[in-house]
């Protein structure tokens, strides 16, 4: 089992950054790809970014490339999303995931952390 603590939501203007973090502890946090998703109200689980194991190699939905940037501290067993120009339309609650297999489809992923809420005001 791997359980996965996000941390780092909040209030936030358009334009303005923020960075959130996930904890993960239980089992070993090696070979474990990871990933980010958000919820909006309403909304579907959607895919932000996800980073693999091995080679770090980062993927992201259109809506946030050049915006979010997602890394991995393995030592620590801590993954990050530094989001900067924030928009409202990036206001949900944002997920940390972990699997052994990487995929944008929310539901194939296994662990999930608890959710940290992120708001964007105008």
């Known amino acids: 089992q791997v359980q996965l603590v996000e941390s780092g939501g909040g209030l936030v203007q358009v334009g303005g950054s923020l960075r959130l973090s996930c904890a993960a502890s239980?089992?070993?946090?090696?070979?474990?790809?990871m990933g980010w998703f958000r919820q909006a109200p309403g909304k579907e689980r959607e895919f932000v970014a996800a980073i693999t194991w091995s080679s770090g190699s980062t993927y992201y939905a259109n809506s946030v490339k050049g915006r979010f940037t997602i890394s991995r501290d393995n030592a620590e067993n801590t993954v990050y999303l530094q989001m900067n120009s924030l928009k409202p339309e990036d206001t949900a609650v944002y997920y940390c995931a972990a699997d052994r297999k990487l995929t944008i489809v929310a539901g194939a992923w296994n662990y999930w952390g608890q959710g940290t809420q992120v708001t964007v005001s105008s």
């Open positions: 239980g089992r070993t946090f090696s070979n474990y790809h």
